[in-house]
């Protein structure tokens, strides 16, 4: 029996709701990630969710989905008061392969096997069977009502599933996933798997896939034969008209998607193998426009966080430092120069894990030893 061993920090995947609208949902229309349509805004200095400043009630609600192995639940948890929401039961064992927040709900695939769960200082390492000939792909809404559930069991789909990337559409009816330098599209409702005909100016080989908030782009990062470095774009998903830019000497490790903008993050070395470089950069994509330029930051230590701001204005780092602190940099995307820094103060040990952009605000989510924290909020420009 084989078995695929998967690293996360603290849980497979995250992806944060706010009671005022979903982030992925953020039109650039508002600069920010609010929603349109709504009159909630959020001020920076402001963690309970009432704006003060103009009188608007708006509880902000920061989810995330989690999964907990002991209690074999799917939950959404809420980081500013660290309490769940609402959550689901499952009555077999289960070992996720992917939970995310999708527009209006969550979504788990995973494999009805007992995974084998190993935590250290707050990273845990999944060992899943891929051996298994079915996965189920789990639908809910926002209160965790099950609402569809579909067992997968094409033998090539599960072929690619297993080892390969692969991203879920923002509707939860698609998902795309990526074998070598082929993109397939799987449809959950009519069964259908259909590879994806690219137009396109590079062969990439594919390492982390994700759709834009419209479902119209899918973000990319990869390699290129035989070039030292990271290949990254934009693939227009109406057509297959891919665009493709290279950074060389750059080691992609995170993508992270904001609306039709997305920010490749570098590796950042240990310190048993020299820790970070003295700089750094990021590499900044609009998907839109299939644009990319690679952005360069002050230190090696900031260019493993990065998001962009939902208007595609700002690029956004995070470093955390040995007292449990740490500091927001802001930087234009349109000349690389930086607009304000601005640090956070926590009273735990706790590390930066993923930034997110809510309006004018940034907080930046920390793992612990105990689970998730929210930073306080700081302001964009």
């Known amino acids: 029996m084989r078995k695929l061993y998967l690293a996360f920090a603290m849980t497979l ?154 991203a879920v559409s923002p509707d939860g009816c698609e998902l795309i996933y990526a074998v070598g330098d082929c993109l397939y599209c799987y449809t959950f409702e009519t069964q259908n798997l259909k590879q994806i005909a690219l137009k396109t100016d590079k062969t990439v080989y594919y390492e982390t896939i994700h759709y834009s908030a419209s479902g119209n782009y899918l973000a990319f990062f990869g390699s290129i034969a035989d070039q030292n470095g990271t290949a990254y774009g934009s693939v227009n998903l109406s057509d297959g008209t891919s665009k493709t830019f290279f950074a060389k000497d750059f080691s992609g490790m995170a993508l992270s998607v904001n609306g039709e903008y997305a920010a490749v993050a570098d590796t950042i070395q240990p310190d048993s193998m020299g820790g970070p470089n003295e700089t750094g950069s990021v590499l900044y994509l609009d998907l839109a426009h299939q644009q990319g330029r690679q952005i360069a930051v002050e230190t090696g230590a900031e260019s493993g966080l990065a998001a962009v701001s939902t208007d595609g204005r700002y690029l956004v780092t995070c470093m955390g430092d040995e007292s449990s602190n740490g500091i927001f940099k802001v930087y234009g995307t349109t000349d690389g120069v930086k607009a304000t820094e601005q640090p956070y103060e926590m009273n735990r040990d706790c590390k930066p894990y993923q930034i997110h952009i809510q309006g004018q605000s940034v907080h930046v989510v920390l793992a612990t030893e105990s689970g998730y924290l929210l930073s306080p909020a700081v302001s964009l420009p």
């Open 13 to 166: 995947c995250i992806s944060l709701l706010t009671a005022c609208g979903s982030n992925r949902n953020s039109q650039t229309e508002t600069t920010d990630g609010t929603v349109p349509g709504t009159n909630c805004t959020v001020e920076p200095d402001v963690l309970s969710g009432t704006d003060t400043k103009n009188n608007i009630d708006c509880e902000e609600s920061h989810l995330m989905p989690e999964f907990d192995y002991n209690s074999n639940e799917l939950a959404l948890l809420n980081l500013t008061t660290g309490t769940p929401t609402a959550s689901y039961p499952f009555e077999a064992a289960q070992t996720p392969m992917l939970v995310e927040q999708i527009d209006d709900g969550v979504v788990m695939l995973s494999s009805q096997t007992t995974a084998d769960v190993q935590n250290t200082k707050g990273v845990s390492v999944v060992a899943g069977d891929d051996s298994v000939e079915t996965l189920t792909y789990w639908r809910f809404d926002n209160e965790m009502n099950l609402l569809k559930k579909y067992e997968l069991t094409h033998s090539e789909l599960m072929e690619g599933l297993w080892g390969y990337t692969f």
